[in-house]
């Protein structure tokens, strides 16, 4: 990455998000969620608390799951993001995301986008997990509306129904 | 015990969430979403110690000032208070402040990153003066810091004859209970924009639960008539009561940032400054001395119920009356006598959060009757049972009971439901052999739903149903959505009584120039109040179609389209409002505080298993069980999501959340280091439901939102000292308050 004579310090940074290259002008300590969201319009990335202990900024970064108030963008150039808006495919949900709707998962909303993103993740890694590897799984995102017992059902019954992810 | 509504009804069943599929997409809309053209952005200078006089203010170098916006209390063009219920609350403090983290300069600019810098950049000094920061300093007046006595509100409840049951009581029982603070903990902060322009007034959009309380805010701030204000609520990310009040001060400060600038202005919290800065359940102290028979029976009894409501009175008076009346618990106290005081402190105000007061007098109760058992030496389960609230019983307040409830039947549930006595007995052995402690505690609790006493005849609620030229119906409330379901559970009852479907009714965003004032969404109040208004509204409307010759007494979903879309195009709007009546034979003296103290009561036992680790000292609970009666229940999913969530947060309140405070000042803003429960940290929360007819609500519907918020503290408490023998009277209650009491112990 080169700074190519700006002298903001603002620099041309190409990644993939949900499918589609991009390039966005950032300064390189910009935080990856700041440039999702005002940047690319990817209102679904929310911020709880700036400091990596909710995950409601949570997305997938080359399919891992990461925090996004806590990436600089710069270390962001030539990855792959998925984010909420990335997951329902020509108007049909993701099968996560209709079974959080069945299963009564989203209450007030804030922190679905990162909770899907990460049962995502979890079931990519592990798509038969046990009651305790869905808790484990998510327990880097809070939730303060459901006291998380419809959100694991919701994941729980996309693997045992063995959905297609 | 099943009410009975079957098939092809819409209430009872588990529609869909109106907006859910929005939240599960990412396109929802909160405040944080939207953007205006010209907008900047606002920023809050505070202050840095509890109370004082400021001496100067200056602006550091370095900073180009001259692009901000700087907005001081003398350029509130109205009165320079946040208008609640005492009015003494300023909106930014003029010469004076009375506890850290309030608001004294506002700053807009465009860049986010130059504004955080020139906030840094102020600089106050200040001639300090003492502060109380506790509620026993309060109490002693060492320092006059609100009124004549620092106290805020206080009540007398007296029933029978309290000073002369004490001779004839075999045991007399104290005790001293103490409830910590706790942070709401939404995970979306409170946020606002606003904007001016001087035909229109002002207009917020915003995180929160009241628009109409932000209207009267505004009106005062501005001194703007009604229709010179517009407040409109996004998409709110949990509230929990944090954004009952509050919200009223975040709009006055975007709002005056606007009128100085002249261009739209967004203020969003961020984490550490939301959890420093916003209200907080207010901290208690409860003491109790009881008279009981040999048998257990409670005789009577003084109840002393104090509440640390910061340094100004916003909600304390209402959230002090709750907490009061349901001191005494479901049991049946022939004589009481019932103290109650808010008193002032030099901390941020403590404000309104889920249970309202109940919380922290509940905990105290169901602490000391398990004291009680203990002292006259029968089981916990016992001594409820003897003193039970019974159909044709009156409460503390000499409210008759006219439910036809069984809280023993009740309890023996819940007692199956958790395997208490197999459980009891097993741990009772294993106790002594193992290394980890095992124990079962209970509570059983009660839950006023709708505001208390003659407040629901005071707010006078409006609710409107409006039939639309497509043929589809819109519900017409300024009651919000934050997660709790109000949304579906309104439109449900709207499409039940016009007896069309679900999906062919809406909800209209809540909007203070669109929908009438349908009261604050708060109190629990919503489905049965609320909902209630809605079903007459809509009744309204199929009335008007019938009575115009467009429809016929019976008919299809189809024909109530079609009329509707004649009748609008034919005539135009199809309106119908509802107005709330007080039901007949509601009694409620405000000066005696004696009657009718709410339209209903949930009733509930919920029964923790927990497990303590004698080496570390942690407390895991490892089953729950939350039975209620809660009348109908209109939506089985979302009044789970209710419990579940509600329980969960209540085991932070026993367990993990403890607000640090220093010199006033909350500490530990952060969220890692004030910890609230993860998926790790919960038991399975098994929720169960009895159902009963309640003739208030809609279809038979109590309040619930509140409700699991008030037993889970005690019943964890009790299970902890069941598991160790060790009793313990403060909440929350962390491995190291077990640890010092365990040396204490041995010493």
Redesign the interface.
């Known amino acids: 990455m080169s700074a190519s004579g700006e002298t903001t310090g603002a620099q041309k940074i190409h990644l993939t998000v949900n499918g589609e290259v991009v390039s966005v002008r950032a300064y390189p300590m910009e935080r990856l969620l700041d440039v999702l ?1 005002h940047e690319l319009g ?10 990596g ?2 995950g ?1 900024c949570a997305v997938l970064m080359n399919g891992e799951l990461v925090n996004s108030c806590l990436v600089p963008i710069a270390q962001a150039s030539g990855v792959q993001v998925t ?3 990335g ?2 495919k020509d108007g049909r ?1 993701h099968p996560l ?1 209709e079974s ?2 069945a ?11 990162g909770m ?1 993103l990460a049962a995502v993740h979890l079931l990519d890694r592990c798509p038969r997990p046990t009651l305790e590897q ?3 799984g ?15 059902e919701a994941v729980s019954r996309v693997a045992r129904e063995n959905l297609p992810r | 015990m099943t009410l009975a509504l079957t098939e092809n009804h819409i209430i009872g069943a588990s529609v869909p969430r109106k907006e859910g599929r929005d939240k599960v997409t990412g396109r929802a809309r909160y405040v944080d979403d939207m953007s205006l053209p010209e907008m900047i952005y606002g920023a809050t200078v505070r202050s840095n110690i509890p109370r004082g006089t400021i001496r100067k203010i200056s602006f550091g170098s370095g900073i180009a000032w001259g692009e901000f916006v700087i907005v001081s209390a003398k350029d509130i063009p109205g009165r320079n208070c946040i208008a609640l219920i005492l009015d003494d609350q300023p909106c930014l403090a003029d010469g004076v402040v009375n506890h850290p983290e309030e608001p004294i300069l506002l700053l807009a600019h465009p860049d986010q990153h130059l504004l955080r810098k020139a906030v840094d950049a102020v600089s106050i000094e200040y001639d300090e003066m003492p502060a109380l920061l506790t509620m026993e300093e309060s109490e002693r007046q060492t320092e006059i810091i609100w009124g004549t006595d620092n106290v805020f509100k206080s009540y007398l409840v007296e029933k029978g004859e309290a000073d002369s049951i004490w001779e004839g009581a075999t045991h007399i029982i104290e005790g001293e209970y103490f409830t910590g603070a706790q942070e709401q903990l939404y995970i979306e902060n409170n946020g606002v924009i606003a904007s001016f322009n001087s035909e229109a007034g002002v207009t917020v959009w915003g995180s929160l639960q009241c628009p109409y309380y932000v209207n009267k805010a505004m009106m005062v701030l501005f001194g703007l008539p009604e229709e010179q204000i517009r407040v409109v609520q996004m998409e709110t990310g949990g509230a929990f009561g944090g954004k009952e009040e509050y919200p009223s001060m975040i709009a006055g400060h975007a709002a005056l940032l606007a009128m100085k600038s002249g261009r739209p202005v967004k203020i969003i919290y961020d984490r550490a400054e939301d959890m420093v800065a916003t209200t907080k359940r207010h901290p208690s102290r409860t003491r109790h001395r009881t008279a009981v028979d040999a048998n257990g029976k409670i005789l009577g009894g003084e109840i002393e119920f104090v509440l640390d409501g910061g340094a100004y009175a916003t909600l304390s008076s209402v959230v002090l009356s709750r907490g009061t009346i349901h001191a005494g618990g479901p049991y049946y106290w022939p004589s009481v006598r019932i103290r109650a005081k808010a008193v002032a402190t030099n901390a941020p105000p403590h404000g309104a959060f889920r249970g309202f007061g109940a919380p922290q007098s509940l905990f105290a109760m169901e602490r000391h009757m398990d004291r009680i058992a203990q002292v006259v030496g029968v089981t916990p389960v016992e001594i409820r049972k003897r003193n039970f609230l019974k159909p044709g019983m009156t409460t503390t307040t000499e409210q008759a009971v006219r439910e036809q409830i069984d809280l023993c039947h009740l309890l023996d549930r819940a007692l199956e439901l958790s395997r208490y006595q197999e459980k009891r007995e097993r741990f009772e052995i294993s106790n002594k052999n193992e290394k980890l402690r095992k124990g079962m505690g209970i509570a059983a609790f009660l839950h006023g739903a709708g505001f208390t006493g003659s407040g629901e005849r005071y707010l006078s609620s409006v609710v409107g149903v409006e039939g639309l030229a497509d043929g589809s119906v819109r519900v017409l409330v300024s009651s919000t959505e934050f997660g709790q379901g109000t949304n579906t559970v309104l439109c449900q009852v709207a499409a039940e009584e016009l007896g069309i479907p679900y999906e062919n009714i809406s909800i209209a965003q809540p909007d203070t120039t669109t929908v009438p004032n349908s009261g604050p969404t708060v109190a629990s109040r919503t489905a049965m109040i609320v909902g209630k208004l809605v079903q007459s509204a809509a009744r309204g409307v199929k009335q008007t179609l019938v009575a115009s010759g467009l429809l016929s007494a019976t008919y299809t979903p189809e024909q109530f389209s079609a009329a509707c879309q004649n009748c609008v195009s034919a005539r135009g709007p199809l309106r119908s409002y509802s107005r709330y009546d007080a039901p007949p034979g509601v009694f409620w003296d405000d000066a005696k505080y004696r009657g009718e103290a709410y339209a209903a009561f949930a009733w509930a036992v919920y029964i923790a298993e927990v497990t303590v680790d004698p080496a570390t000292y942690s407390v895991t609970v490892d089953d729950f069980v939350a039975l209620q009666e809660i009348g109908k229940v209109l939506h089985p999913l979302l009044a789970e999501g209710q419990i579940t969530g509600g329980v969960a947060q209540a085991i932070g309140f026993a367990l993990y959340e403890k607000v640090v405070w220093r010199d006033g000042r909350m500490s530990n803003n952060q969220m890692t280091n004030y910890i609230m429960p993860t998926s790790v940290d919960l038991p399975p929360i098994r929720v169960f439901f009895e159902e009963m007819g309640n003739v208030h609500g809609a279809y038979g519907a109590k309040g619930i939102g509140e409700l699991p918020m008030d037993g889970p503290a005690p019943a964890i408490i009790n299970a902890v000292e069941d598991a160790t023998g060790m009793r313990f009277v403060s909440i929350p209650l962390l491995p190291e308050d077990i640890y010092r009491a365990a040396v204490a112990r041995q010493t």
């Open positions: 969201r990817l209102n679904g990335v929310k911020e709880g608390c700036g400091e202990e909710c409601s984010t909420i808006e997951l329902a949900l995301q959080f709707l299963c009564g998962g989203a209450q007030c909303g804030i922190c679905t986008p899907i869905i808790k484990e998510l327990s880097g995102n809070l939730c303060r509306c459901t006291g998380y017992m419809q959100i694991l």
